[in-house]
């Protein structure tokens, strides 16, 4: 934190470059490669100041013309002094800024670093801080919106609501073992039974919300199966409109999984193209297979390739050992290949499917209007696909303040703290005295305060930061 620290905030490319540089001396350091075109010199300049002039780092000829701003503390986005330089966007300019400054002594800032240093100087909370990066990855309207509302603190104030009634309940526990020996009533239990049962009920639905956020975020996982040579790549390159996956007629060519992310109607879905389930004495094949069905069992909706030229028995085994697996998960059945198959063969192979999904798919998500004929060749019927997967992916709708869950580590932190206050409520039906009733309380509020960053440690810092990009 003693440090001046300095980083390219915008990639290469484009027209103009931002350095920013933050720290102590960092207005000092910006002095001596940077000249206004003006009397005043930067150290006598006021905060959120732009100021045009030239940058020289070798004291005699001029590199560029350019832009900085000036930000003194504790007004800045790291609440320390920070100045930024938008120069021209040529890699050399760039690189020779960077360089006089780092042999002047600024460091070069690690990933994250600029976010970190807000963090740790209360310029904002730990979730925000996550929800920087979470606004720089999103890649949807809908990513966008829950990184924004928890960038704005909507996540943050809905935690800081649940510890004050936590602490509400643990300072008439503390009263109440204070005075225990005293005739003094200052909540019956069953007040806070009902101030328990509230914040458990709040803890619960922000932990369940993890489902949409982590779908919203990372795209709702459909898993594309069935046997080898049916057109699972050919769909996968189709749905992603890119040749992501090796197409061949040679069976079992895709050995592993190959995933691709495309939004439909706002909805971002993750496809996960699988090795084709067949018998094998091939090692790798057998792995890839194996790989298929533990991707089939994380996956939220599933597409159940078949192939008409295949015999009712290969379709009939498959779907024994696939459907299974499908209990609780949206399916759609796609016979593939219908620009090559006759129309007889066609009827009787999608019957065959729809016979096999209700003899071996039960508790699978399926209706008879699931299955439909297609050729990923040539895009024939994948409309259908489209109108399916929306349908399948039942997003709620989100308004601007929602919150939703969408970090793993908040998610965990969640599930802890549910658990605590449940032992709290256990506790307190059961009748436990005070102080064992106390512990899984304190409990529980560490697990909140985990989330915003007031109980931390440098490992679980370093872990955040070292996700960002360097720059922010």
Same mark, same amino acid.
């Given at each position: 934190?003693?440090?001046?620290?300095?980083?390219?905030?915008?990639?290469?490319?484009?027209?103009?470059?931002?350095?920013?540089?933050?720290?102590?001396?960092?207005?000092?350091?910006?002095?001596?490669?940077?000249?206004?075109?003006?009397?005043?010199?930067?150290?006598q300049?006021?905060?959120?100041t732009?100021?045009?002039? +030239?940058?020289?780092?070798?004291?005699?000829?001029?590199? *560029?013309?350019?832009?900085?701003?000036?930000?003194?503390?504790?007004?800045?986005?790291?609440?320390?002094?920070?100045?930024?330089?938008?120069?021209?966007?040529?890699?050399?300019?760039?690189?020779?800024?960077?360089?006089?400054? /780092? *042999?002047?002594?600024?460091?070069?800032?690690?990933?994250?670093?600029?976010?970190?240093?807000?963090?740790?100087?209360g310029?904002?909370?730990?979730?925000?801080?996550?929800?920087?990066?979470?606004?720089?990855?999103?890649?949807?309207?809908?990513?966008?919106?829950?990184?924004? $509302?928890?960038?704005?603190?909507?996540?943050? =104030?809905?935690?800081?609501?649940?510890?004050?009634?936590l602490?509400?309940?643990?300072?008439l526990?503390?009263?109440?073992? +204070?005075?225990?020996e005293?005739?003094?009533?200052?909540?019956?239990?069953?007040?806070l039974?009902a101030?328990?049962?509230?914040?458990?009920?709040?803890?619960?639905?922000?932990?369940?919300s993890?489902?949409?956020?982590?779908?919203?975020? $990372?795209?709702?996982?459909?898993?594309?199966?069935?046997? @080898?040579? @049916?057109?699972? &790549?050919? /769909?996968?390159?189709?749905l992603?409109?890119?040749?992501?996956?090796?197409?061949?007629?040679?069976?079992?060519?895709?050995?592993?999984?190959?995933?691709?992310?495309? &939004?439909?109607?706002? #909805?971002?879905?993750?496809?996960?193209?699988?090795? !084709?389930?067949?018998?094998?004495?091939?090692?790798?094949?057998?792995?890839?297979?194996e790989?298929?069905?533990?991707?089939?069992?994380?996956? @939220?909706?599933?597409?159940?390739?078949? +192939?008409?030229? =295949?015999?009712?028995s290969?379709?009939?085994?498959?779907?024994?050992?696939?459907?299974?697996?499908?209990? !609780?998960?949206?399916?759609?059945?796609?016979? $593939?290949?219908? +620009?090559?198959?006759?129309?007889?063969?066609?009827?009787?192979?999608?019957?065959?499917?729809?016979?096999?999904?209700?003899?071996?798919?039960?508790?699978?998500?399926?209706?008879?209007?699931?299955?439909?004929?297609?050729?990923?060749?040539?895009?024939?019927?994948?409309?259908?696909? *489209?109108?399916?997967?929306?349908?399948?992916?039942?997003?709620?709708?989100?308004?601007?303040?929602?919150?939703?869950?969408?970090?793993?580590?908040?998610?965990?932190?969640?599930?802890?703290?549910?658990? $605590?206050?449940?032992?709290?409520?256990?506790?307190?039906?059961?009748?436990?005295?005070?102080?064992?009733?106390?512990?899984?309380?304190?409990?529980?509020?560490?697990?909140?305060?985990?989330?915003?960053?007031? #109980?931390?440690?440098?490992?679980? /810092?370093?872990?955040?930061?070292?996700?960002?990009?360097?720059?922010?």
């Amino acid at each position: 934190m003693k440090d001046t620290i300095c980083a390219l905030a915008t990639p290469q490319g484009g027209a103009i470059s931002v350095i920013r540089m933050s720290g102590p001396d960092a207005i000092g350091y910006a002095s001596r490669i940077f000249t206004p075109r003006g009397s005043a010199p930067l150290e006598q300049r006021r905060t959120h100041t732009v100021v045009f002039g +030239d940058i020289s780092t070798d004291g005699k000829e001029v590199l *560029d013309e350019a832009l900085l701003t000036i930000m003194r503390a504790p007004h800045s986005y790291t609440g320390e002094e920070s100045v930024e330089i938008s120069c021209h966007a040529s890699s050399y300019i760039t690189q020779q800024v960077l360089l006089a400054l /780092l *042999d002047m002594g600024v460091r070069q800032a690690a990933p994250g670093e600029f976010t970190m240093r807000a963090f740790l100087n209360g310029k904002m909370d730990l979730s925000r801080a996550e929800a920087v990066a979470d606004l720089i990855a999103s890649t949807s309207r809908a990513s966008h919106r829950l990184a924004m $509302n928890q960038l704005k603190g909507g996540f943050s =104030n809905e935690l800081g609501k649940l510890r004050d009634k936590l602490l509400k309940l643990t300072t008439l526990m503390e009263l109440e073992l +204070d005075f225990s020996e005293e005739d003094v009533t200052f909540a019956d239990r069953s007040e806070l039974q009902a101030l328990c049962n509230e914040v458990e009920e709040v803890i619960s639905r922000l932990a369940d919300s993890f489902s949409i956020g982590n779908a919203v975020k $990372n795209g709702i996982p459909v898993a594309i199966v069935g046997e @080898t040579n @049916t057109g699972k &790549s050919t /769909l996968l390159n189709s749905l992603l409109r890119e040749e992501r996956a090796i197409v061949s007629d040679i069976s079992g060519t895709t050995r592993d999984t190959i995933e691709g992310t495309m &939004s439909i109607n706002g #909805v971002m879905f993750r496809f996960i193209d699988t090795a !084709g389930v067949r018998e094998t004495s091939d090692v790798v094949e057998r792995m890839g297979i194996e790989r298929t069905l533990e991707q089939l069992k994380k996956a @939220t909706i599933a597409i159940w390739m078949i +192939d008409p030229m =295949n015999e009712a028995s290969q379709i009939e085994e498959l779907a024994k050992r696939l459907l299974p697996i499908c209990k !609780g998960k949206r399916l759609a059945v796609m016979v $593939n290949k219908c +620009d090559v198959a006759d129309p007889f063969t066609l009827s009787k192979v999608m019957e065959w499917g729809a016979r096999m999904v209700q003899k071996h798919g039960d508790g699978v998500e399926w209706e008879p209007g699931d299955l439909w004929a297609v050729s990923a060749r040539l895009g024939t019927n994948m409309q259908k696909l *489209d109108e399916f997967l929306v349908r399948s992916a039942a997003m709620p709708a989100m308004a601007e303040g929602d919150v939703v869950v969408t970090n793993a580590r908040h998610y965990e932190a969640l599930t802890r703290a549910l658990a $605590n206050i449940r032992e709290v409520s256990r506790g307190l039906a059961a009748g436990l005295p005070g102080d064992l009733v106390s512990e899984p309380l304190r409990a529980t509020i560490g697990n909140l305060s985990e989330i915003v960053g007031e #109980v931390t440690n440098d490992e679980v /810092l370093g872990n955040i930061f070292a996700n960002f990009c360097i720059g922010k």
